[in-house]
T-cell receptor, first 116, second 111 residues
Framework: SQTIHQWPATLVQPVGSPLSLECTVE??????LYWYRQAAGRGLQLLFY??????ISSEVPQNLSASRPQDRQFILSSKKLLLSDSGFYLC???????????????FGPGTRLLVL | GENVEQHPSTLSVQEGDSAVIKCTYS??????FPWYKQELGKGPQLIID?????GEKKDQRIAVTLNKTAKHFSLHITETQPEDSAVYFC??????????FGSGTKLNVKP
């Protein structure tokens, strides 16, 4: 079966410090990968998605970047954190279909980031 | 782009009662509608989904209905239990890696 891991689970960082959050998927190959942010009490905002190694699409302009160095690894980064970067960051994966379709997304456990 | 609205934002029911959460969407091309349950401090977990070629789907105490004409879909939970307490999210997608989520409904099932 497939599993998705995220770490760290929680992180407290000062403003202006760098960030690196990691997500890995097991039990599947060539997945689509996603990063979402969830502000307290709010819905999910798609930040980035990737359909393959080195292929990153950004959904919103921001202080963050994403990379996919390996097929099942997705990294969210920042050079300098802002207070507004605080939130709950979720990684998700879906099966990559030959043609665009109804890919079900499966979420990881999340990373809670607090920027002070 | 797609706009998904979800109501109510909070819902309290007595154990054993039914709970209904409703979502509307704006893009008639959306054809896949999943529902997620998120417990405190955890990632959302898929509980049920429906595709646009069916009007209703049921899985034990959970059911989802879809009205394509009116562009709305609903989650129905029967015989609610305290462990059903969580935040529920609806979403809509027409593929192409884009999912649009509702703002969530906090369900509280009182024992």
């Amino acid at each position: 079966s497939q599993t998705i891991h995220q770490w760290p689970a929680t992180l407290v960082q000062p403003v202006g410090s760098p960030l690196s959050l990691e997500c890995t998927v097991e039990g599947t190959s060539n997945p689509n990968l996603y990063w979402y942010r969830q502000a307290a009490g709010r819905g999910l905002q798609l930040l980035f998605y990737s359909v393959g190694i080195g292929q990153i699409s950004s959904e919103v302009p921001q202080n963050l970047s994403a990379s996919r160095p390996q097929d099942r690894q997705f990294i969210l980064s920042s050079k300098k954190l802002l207070l507004s970067d605080s939130g709950f960051y979720l990684c998700a994966w879906s099966v990559r279909l030959a043609a665009p379709g109804w890919e079900t997304q499966y979420f990881g456990p999340g990373t809670r980031l607090l920027v002070l | 782009g797609e706009n998904v609205e979800q109501h109510p934002s909070t819902l309290s029911v007595q154990e054993g009662d039914s709970a209904v959460i409703k979502c509307t969407y704006s893009d008639s091309a959306s054809n896949y509608f999943p529902w997620y349950k998120q417990e405190l401090g955890k990632g959302p977990q898929l509980i049920i989904d429906i595709r646009s070629n069916v009007g209703e789907k049921k899985d034990q105490r959970i059911a989802v209905t879809l009205n394509k004409t009116a562009k709305h879909f609903s989650l129905h939970i029967t015989e609610t239990q305290p462990e059903d307490s969580a935040v529920y999210f609806c979403a809509a997608s027409k593929g192409f890696n884009k999912f649009y989520f509702g703002s969530g409904t906090k369900l509280n099932v009182k024992p």
